[in-house]
């Protein structure tokens, strides 16, 4: 484990309610795609924590990053304040929801700030050239709610091996993909081979409850099923 003082390097604004934040990597601290760190900073002059997975992938070699929708809640508002500079206290990495192109073929199933751990395994793969098939199922409300947008694109682009389908639940007159809730049907038509895949499945406990009974209609057996929720979403 890597416990250590640092800085914030970094910080985008990935949507209008959504952040990264990125501090420098130390020396000798790695991590598998997919796995969290416990975060300190100051509010008000007082220490406070909470975990978030770890959205960078370990390829990316500069920086360690975590993506945050900000909230009303106390952590929350602390963090739309941080400015460059501003000090924090990590504490990593935990979790062994991971994947680093260990099944040939693999489902996705997210929706909203549930995509970070994924986007960290698909950056990963990505960039280690990995002969594994991906497809991303990922829901939002609408098109400006989609946290890595532009980068998915871009990793679909440059990697043959990797679909993303983004479907919305309220898309304005202009979206032209998919649109409504995930359900049976869509996996179906979407993954086909869904018999030969091993599912990761992210994000709120309602949306991870409701995918996993997706799964289990479609009869995939639960080792082939790897969740996490995102209590406190």
């Known amino acids: 484990m890597f416990r250590f003082e640092t800085s914030v390097y970094e910080i985008i ?12 990597r130390p020396q000798g601290f790695d991590y598998d ?27 990316e ?11 009303d809640h106390e952590f929350s508002v602390a963090l739309d304040r941080l400015k460059i500079g501003d000090w924090a206290y ?8 991971t994947y680093k192109g260990e099944y040939p073929r693999v489902g996705m199933i997210t929706g909203g700030i549930g995509i970070t751990p994924l986007r960290s395994m698909i950056k990963y793969c990505t960039d280690k050239g990995m002969n594994c ?11 400006e709610s989609i946290v890595f947008k532009e980068e998915l694109d871009h990793l679909e682009k440059v990697n043959q091996n990797l ?5 919305l ?5 202009k979206w032209k993909g998919r649109r409504g809730h995930i359900d ?5 038509e979407e993954i086909p081979d869904y018999k030969e895949r091993v599912f990761y499945v992210c994000g709120p406990p309602s949306l991870v409850t409701g995918s996993i009974e997706i799964l289990k209609t479609l009869r995939i057996q639960d080792a082939m099923i790897h969740s996490e929720n995102f209590p406190g979403y």
Do not use: C, W
């Open 13 to 24: 604004k990935r949507t209008p309610d959504v952040k990264s934040f990125r501090f420098k």
């Open 61 to 71: 070699k500069e920086f360690i990053e975590f993506t945050k929708k900000i909230t």
């Open 133 to 143: 098939r991906i497809t991303l199922l990922y829901g939002n409300r609408n098109e």
């Open 163 to 167: 679909r993303v389908i983004h479907t």
């Open 33 to 59: 795609p997919g796995q969290f760190l416990f975060v300190t900073i100051l509010s008000e002059g007082k220490k406070i924590t909470k975990h978030f997975t770890i959205s960078s992938s370990p390829t």
């Open 169 to 173: 639940s309220r898309p304005d007159e």
């Open 184 to 188: 049976v049907q869509m996996v179906k």
């Open 90 to 97: 990590l504490d990593a990495p935990y979790g062994d929801f």
